[in-house]
């Protein structure tokens, strides 16, 4: 039985097609040639919009029917599976509207509303080529002129750059800086642009930049609050990033797999060899990890979100970066075809090229591990909630048949403050050994300076929190799981993959990933039919 929160996306499947007909109009085939013309890929995005995609972009109060964070990221990872490039343009939608739905005046918020609503694209312009990340020294400014604000400067590498119709852009207002001397503002077209930029992946995407010569501009949220704006926004679409990954992964595995159940190799299938079949269980296993972790950081959005800062941050920098190493894992299965650009198996290719652009976007990897450095601290130090709080909150978050709360926008905070229901509520012994050494070890580092061991103790919280998510979510949901995902076996090997376990991969997650696989089912760990092939 599917749930009612994944409904939506089994209908879109069911209306887009399979993408591997090349006869389909949102097919395989069809990226990829738009690819190798780098062609923006409108007559997908028209065809999302058509069945009602930019609906689920706009909060139900608005006119739009975004409720359940959950229910957008599986509408979103359906998407992915076919184009990121698609995919993207309308997650950057997402996210230069999100300030707006959480900060916004009701007139903001009608007019991007209004614009989405109609089939437009909106982006976010953080960040400028001689300053990349380092938004505390962006020089683009805002300047008050008439009674109105005015910005002037320029913004680049930004999605929906040229096609876009209106964006968020971070603005000094304090020519000072520091962390309150800059602001969103909300800026609508007219605005002139620079070129779109070539990409080794997601070639036909609008990547180029905003040209701001005193261009007319509304602040969104106070004066001052542009970083925390910018940071409480990220908390929101960097769990979106993780369905980019997913889904890209996805289409790959399924496209290795498909070739070594039909391969003929020394008188035998190809998947019949063990290597082959190993690299294809392993890469399914860490599909299902991430998409636990992915799972319980999207809940989270609405049942927790004062904890995001640092769960946020820790999917962010997993799930890509695990997602883009299974994909590179199973081209050994494809050997010479995976790099071919055209043919049956092209759009590994196109996969393999567009997923490793997942872990620049809404912070690189290495800004959101500096991200989770910087409050594990706290954890070592301060347990801030009682335990019946804990589970309070992983009880919402974990039990997939009770409904979300409404999005709170007031309960998102800047840092954790020494709190961390995913591992601080962990019991198994395995697993809490583990977590309590990481925090011993973290207790050790210097609190002023950044160094490489503090990365690496990030790193490894990371995996520990996806294990954490797995075993959350089997206590609290194991009946409406996956049936292998479900059992004790398919826990275990999940955690055997993270902590190291048995070399051998268990058969029963062989079985698993073949049984998903025939029945056209998503690589997830929960149940979600995809469109028949």
């Given amino acids: 039985m599917t749930l009612p929160q994944y409904r939506a996306a089994e209908d879109l499947e069911r209306h887009l097609g399979d993408p591997f007909d090349d ?34 972009l706009v909060p139900a109060a608005l006119g739009g029917k975004l409720t359940s964070f959950e229910e957008a990221a599986a509408l979103q990872r359906a998407v992915s599976r076919r184009d990121l490039t698609a995919a993207i343009a309308l997650g950057q939608s997402f996210l230069g509207a999100a300030a707006v739905w959480l900060a916004g005046t009701p007139e903001q918020q009608g007019r991007v509303a209004e614009t989405l609503l109609g089939g437009g694209l909106c982006g976010l312009a953080l960040t400028e080529e001689e300053h990349g990340s380092d938004l505390l020294a962006s020089d683009v400014a805002a300047a008050r002129s008439g009674g109105a604000w005015k910005l002037t400067g320029r913004k680049w590498l930004i999605n929906n750059g040229t096609r876009g119709d209106a964006w ?66 990220l908390q929101l679409t960097r769990t979106g990033c993780a369905q980019f990954a997913l889904g890209a992964a996805d289409t790959a595995l399924r496209t290795a797999l498909d070739f070594a159940l039909d391969r003929k190799l020394y008188g035998a299938r190809a998947f019949d060899i063990p290597h082959a079949q190993a690299v294809l269980t392993g890469a399914f296993l860490d599909l299902s990890i991430c998409d636990a972790l992915a799972l319980f950081a999207t809940r989270a959005l609405q049942a927790a979100p004062g904890q995001m800062s640092l769960w946020s941050a820790v999917c962010k920098y997993f799930v890509p970066t695990t997602a883009e190493r299974a994909i590179r894992d199973v081209a050994v299965i494809l050997g010479a075809r995976h790099y071919l650009r055209e043919g049956s198996h092209a759009i590994f290719q196109k996969m393999l090229r567009d997923s490793a652009v997942v872990s620049l976007f809404d912070g690189s990897t290495a800004v959101n591990l500096d991200a989770v ?123 055997d993959r993270l902590l ?14 073949l049984r998903i696989h025939r029945e056209d089912k998503a690589f997830s760990v929960v149940p979600v039919q995809l469109a028949r092939r």
């Avoid at 801030?384 to 905070?413: G, V």
């Avoid at 990030?458 to 995996?463: K, L």
């Avoid at 190291?500 to 990933?513: D, F, K, S, Y």
């Fill in 373 to 495: 450095a910087v409050q594990l601290q706290r954890l070592s130090t301060k347990r801030a909630a009682s335990s019946e709080e804990r589970e309070n909150a992983l009880r919402a978050i974990c039990t997939l048949t009770e409904p979300l709360p409404a999005l709170d926008a007031a309960r998102f905070e800047l840092m954790n403050a020494g709190r961390d229901d995913l591992t601080q509520g962990i019991a198994a012994a395995r697993l809490r050994e583990s977590i309590d050494e990481n925090e011993a070890l973290v207790a050790q580092l210097s609190r002023e300076k950044r160094s490489s061991e503090s990365f690496e103790l990030a790193r490894r919280h990371c995996v520990l929190s996806a294990a954490a998510a797995c075993v959350h979510l089997f206590d609290r949901s194991r009946d409406v799981l996956d049936p292998f995902f479900g059992s004790e076996q398919g826990l275990a090997a999940c955690l």
């Fill in 500 to 513: 190291g376990g048995p070399a051998r991969l268990p058969a029963e997650a062989t079985a698993a990933m």
């Fill in 168 to 233: 968020t852009v971070f603005a000094r207002t304090d020519p000072a800086g520091g962390l309150n001397g800059f602001t969103l503002f909300l800026v609508e077209r007219p605005v002139a642009s620079l070129p779109k930029k070539r990409t080794h992946g997601i070639r036909g995407a609008d990547i180029s930049g905003l040209v701001l010569d005193g261009t007319p501009a509304t602040p969104v949220g106070p004066i001052g609050s542009g970083m925390d704006l910018a940071l409480k926004s």
């Fill in 23 to 56: 006869g389909n109009p949102f097919s395989h085939q069809r990226a990829v040639a738009l690819d190798e013309r780098e062609e923006f890929p409108q007559p997908a995005i028209a065809m999302l919009h058509e069945w009602g995609y930019s609906r689920y």
